[in-house]
């Protein structure tokens, strides 16, 4: 009996301790690439455009010593992992750390929990995120499955945006003269621009394929301000799952995929012997018109003869409304083992309601580089976001006072017609750092309203720490009274990115339970430079296991501190 209960022990404690740590190590700097027939330096990881792929299992640990080996400082950031309790290393710059300054490193410790499937890492400081940026792949847990066929391999697809120049020079030259950012001069995949830019030397990105084979596409839309289509021509994808959460598997002929999302994507070499382009463009509902550029790679089965298939490329229109909101009104969640089980807050469960105007406007432009009285900003419920000096995060923790104010409003100042003609209003916003702040445990509904202040237009929102269910979407003026019947509360999908479409509204829910600082913020780093972003404070609960874990000693020093 006594042999017997050791040997259940032994097998319990090799359970309990399945989960692995793993050891990164990222040398930032920069390093010359030429595309369009033009070299250009960037800051890049290990030198590579795009960065390493980090590839662990769902539950596993990972450290990642980042050296600053570059001419400037930046933070790097986990998109989509949630941090449990863990908001020291999260990332972005002035929210949870100051900027790893040039000279020197700092170890990141990453814990994963629920999330499965396709995540990101990129730089969260000024535009760096355009050239520092990579996968962060999650595989299942050992002797766990895919709740789909098991695929013979899998391919990271990075939809990216490429400018012949220093990402970080164009955005502040931008600002310093109030005006908007240049759009990008080519859009990539895995770093190949591809063979329709007219520069011989640029390079198409190449899948190699077994005929008859099954393969997951694991891709990212890390473009700086274009939500973007992908099709593989000829080829039925299926899309399996979306923010590292698995989703009701349905088939279609492209994606639309808005900047920082992932989806994972099965494709079956099903067709004749040969070479297929898969291809991306731009889609936009917007004024302001990114470039309608068509990006081309290379789905090429072994063995093929001849070349490539010379079959009209399905990719929907830039402008293609129906055709976006025909895709994502298929993503559903799916109630597999695999998945955290459904836990979408009732009605009877929210406690917080926000509903939160999504615009661009106008600030008075005050340097000598100012091209007019006016330049570009942009706002959540009329707050143009101020970044601090010292990261909000150690503020809140440490009682520092004149960092930030605990007074976001949760409803826009002023009601009007946000959908409407805005030719004449005035698109003046106010400015702040102001915080979100709700308990531990608090059940959140939160109502993002897009409006036609400025160019109007679409919008993907990210919320740091949390994934949230997306449980409504709309055109027009959100109706608090009659729009919540139209919620799907059964199956909505377990996102951290939303799309929150131009003249309409979402409804995201969640139970705040992550303690902590967490961003808020658009992914069109435009707008996300201009100020269309918040911060989320969770407060600690009552108990240690509710409450934030305390800093390490290693953080990065705040520059004047």
């Known amino acids: 009996m006594v042999s017997w209960f050791v040997g259940v022990l032994f097998l319990s404690t090799l359970l309990l301790c399945s989960a692995d740590v793993h050891h990164y190590e990222f040398f930032v700097r920069e390093s010359n690439f030429t595309k369009l027939c033009?070299?250009?330096?960037?800051?890049?990881?290990?030198?590579?455009?795009?960065?390493?792929?980090?590839?662990?299992?769902?539950?596993?640990?990972?450290?990642?010593?980042v050296h600053n080996q570059g001419n400037y400082s930046f933070t790097i950031h986990w998109h989509g992992v949630k941090q449990p309790r863990n908001p020291w290393f999260d990332g972005p710059e002035f929210i949870t750390q100051c900027p790893i300054q040039p000279g020197t490193n700092f170890t990141h410790e990453i814990i994963l929990s629920d999330e499965i499937g396709t995540l990101w890492w990129h730089a969260h400081s000024d535009w760096t995120r355009g050239s520092v940026h990579g996968a962060f792949i999650i595989l299942p847990a050992e002797n766990d499955t895919y709740p789909f066929p098991t695929p013979n391999a899998d391919q990271t697809i990075i939809l990216q945006s490429w400018y012949n120049g220093d990402y970080k020079q164009i955005i502040d030259d931008a600002l310093a003269a109030g005006v908007a950012p240049r759009t990008a001069d080519a859009y990539a995949i895995n770093g190949h621009l591809g063979d329709t830019y007219g520069c011989p030397n640029d390079t198409i990105f190449l899948m190699e394929v077994e005929s008859e084979n099954i393969y997951l596409l694991r891709i990212i839309n890390a473009a700086m301000n274009e939500e973007q289509f992908f099709t593989i021509t000829n080829h039925t994808l299926i899309v399996v799952a979306q923010d590292a959460s698995y989703v009701r598997m349905f088939t279609t002929d492209y994606i639309m995929i808005s900047p920082g999302q992932t989806m994972d994507v099965l494709v079956i070499a099903d067709q004749n012997v040969g070479q297929y382009y898969m291809a991306i463009r731009p889609f936009s509902d917007s004024a302001a018109q990114p470039s309608d550029f068509i990006t081309t790679g290379v789905f090429q089965y072994t063995n093929n003869e001849g070349g490539l298939n010379a079959s009209l490329i399905p990719l929907p229109a830039m402008n293609d409304t129906d055709a976006m909101l025909n895709f994502i009104n298929q993503i559903r969640y799916t109630n597999v083992s695999q998945n955290p089980t459904i836990n979408v807050p009732a009605d009877t469960d929210i406690n917080r309601r926000l509903y939160i105007t999504i615009a661009t406007n106008t600030l008075p432009c005050n340097t000598s580089e100012c091209v007019s009285d006016d330049r570009f900003a942009a706002s959540l419920n009329n707050v143009s976001f101020v970044s601090p000096r010292i990261d909000i995060l150690q503020a809140y923790y440490r009682n520092i006072t004149g960092v930030f104010t605990q007074d976001f409003p949760f409803n826009p100042p002023v009601f009007y017609n946000f959908t409407g003609n805005l030719t004449d209003f005035n698109t003046v916003?106010?400015?702040?750092?102001?915080?979100?702040?709700?308990?531990?445990?608090?059940?959140?509904?939160?109502?993002?309203q897009t409006t036609r202040l400025g160019a109007g237009g679409s919008h993907p929102i990210h919320l740091h720490g949390f994934s949230f269910y997306w449980v409504g979407i709309g055109t027009g003026n959100f109706n608090n009274e009659t729009d919540?019947?139209?919620?799907?509360?059964?199956?909505?999908?377990l996102i951290n990115t939303v799309h929150s479409p131009a003249a309409g509204w979402v409804a995201l829910r969640f139970f705040a339970k992550n303690p902590g600082v967490?961003?808020?913020?658009?992914?069109?780093?435009?707008?996300?430079?201009?100020?269309?972003?918040?911060?989320?404070?969770?407060?600690?609960?009552?108990?240690?296991?509710?409450?934030?874990?305390?800093?390490?000693?290693?953080?990065?020093?705040?520059?004047?501190?």
């Open 38 to 65: 033009n070299t250009t330096t960037l800051l890049v990881v290990n030198d590579s455009y795009p960065g390493p792929e980090i590839r662990v299992h769902k539950g596993d640990t990972v450290f990642v010593n």
């Open 518 to 561: 967490w961003y808020m913020h658009c992914h069109f780093e435009r707008h996300n430079s201009w100020g269309m972003s918040t911060v989320l404070i969770v407060r600690n609960g009552s108990t240690t296991e509710t409450s934030m874990r305390p800093p390490p000693s290693t953080m990065p020093r705040c520059p004047g501190t």
């Open 429 to 448: 916003a106010g400015e702040g750092t102001r915080a979100i702040v709700v308990n531990y445990g608090d059940a959140v509904e939160m109502v993002l």
């Open 484 to 493: 919540p019947s139209t919620y799907n509360l059964v199956d909505p999908p």
